[in-house]
T-cell receptor
Framework: RKEVEQDPGPFNVPEGATVAFNCTYS??????FFWYRQDCRKEPKLLMS???SGNEDGRFTAQLNRASQYISLLIRDSKLSDSATYLC??????????FGQGTELSVKP | DVKVTQSSRYLVKRTGEKVFLECVQD?????MFWYRQDPGLGLRLIYF???????EKGDIPEGYSVSREKKERFSLILESASTNQTSMYLC?????????????FGPGTRLTVT
C-alpha cells in the first residue's frame, strides 16, 4: 500500500459547486497533515495544515479521520481560480514530506 | 518573501553528459531538498540536506549526487545523464525550527535527456 494515496481525478465541476477530495495514508502514527496546491506549470505551495480535528480557511475546510486514516479537503463555492492540482502531504520526520500524486481540479464557467 | 531560485527553467542534455542543477534560497533555511516530479508518480525525494556538507539519500538517489558547500546553495548532479532522468526537477527549502513542514519550492527545471 502506498504511504499516501489520492484519486488523481480530474474532477470537473461548475463554478459555485462544492467539491471534496479524499486522501488515505498508511502510517497510523502520523500526527499532522498538509494540503499543498500546485497550479499548472508552477511549483507547489502550502495551502493548509491539518491537525487533530481539522482546519477551516474561508471556503476551504480540511478534516482528519484518524480511525479510517484519511484526510479530506472540501472546497465550497468553487471559483475558476481554484483550478489546480491538490497534493496531500504527510510528514516523514526530520522535515521530510511524503507527497501524494495529487488530485486535479478543473472548475468550469 | 521567501525566494528559491533554480539555475535553469529548461535544459536539454545528451545521454552520458554530466549535468548540474543549482538551487539557491535566501531565507537562511537549514533544510534543502531535491525532488523529481513525473506524471502519475507525483513528487519523489532524491536527496535532502539539513546542514552544510550534510546530505541524506531520499527515495530515489540512484544516478544522482548532491553538493552543499554553502547554506544557501544546494546542487544536484547527474553524473551521466540517461533518458530515464528526463523529468521536472524541483528544489525546496524549509526551516529546521520554524514550521519545518512548510517547504518553499523553486520554479523547477524541466530537463530533457536525448
Amino acid at each position: 500500500r502506498k504511504e499516501v494515496e489520492q484519486d488523481p481525478g480530474p474532477f470537473n465541476v461548475p463554478e459555485g459547486a462544492t467539491v471534496a477530495f479524499n486522501c488515505t495514508y498508511s502510517n497510523s502514527a502520523s500526527q499532522s497533515f498538509f494540503w499543498y496546491r500546485q497550479d499548472c506549470r508552477k511549483e507547489p505551495k502550502l495551502l493548509m495544515s491539518v491537525y487533530s480535528s481539522g482546519n477551516e480557511d474561508g471556503r476551504f475546510t480540511a478534516q482528519l479521520n484518524r480511525a479510517s486514516q484519511y484526510i479530506s479537503l472540501l472546497i465550497r463555492d468553487s471559483k475558476l481560480s481554484d483550478s489546480a492540482t491538490y497534493l496531500c502531504v504527510v510528514p516523514h520526520g526530520g522535515g521530510k514530506l511524503i507527497f501524494g500524486q495529487g488530485t486535479e481540479l478543473s472548475v468550469k464557467p | 518573501d521567501v525566494k528559491v531560485t533554480q539555475s535553469s527553467r529548461y535544459l536539454v542534455k545528451r545521454t552520458g553528459e554530466k549535468v548540474f542543477l543549482e538551487c539557491v534560497q535566501d531565507m537562511d533555511h537549514e533544510n534543502m531538498f531535491w525532488y523529481r516530479q513525473d506524471p502519475g508518480l507525483g513528487l519523489r525525494l532524491i536527496y535532502f540536506s539539513y546542514d552544510v556538507k550534510m546530505k541524506e539519500k531520499g527515495d530515489i538517489p540512484e544516478g544522482y549526487s548532491v553538493s552543499r558547500e554553502k547554506k544557501e546553495r544546494f546542487s544536484l548532479i547527474l553524473e551521466s545523464a540517461s533518458t530515464n532522468q528526463t523529468s521536472m526537477y524541483l528544489c525546496a527549502s524549509s526551516s529546521l525550527r520554524d514550521r519545518p513542514y512548510e517547504q518553499y519550492f523553486g520554479p523547477g527545471t524541466r530537463l530533457t535527456v536525448t
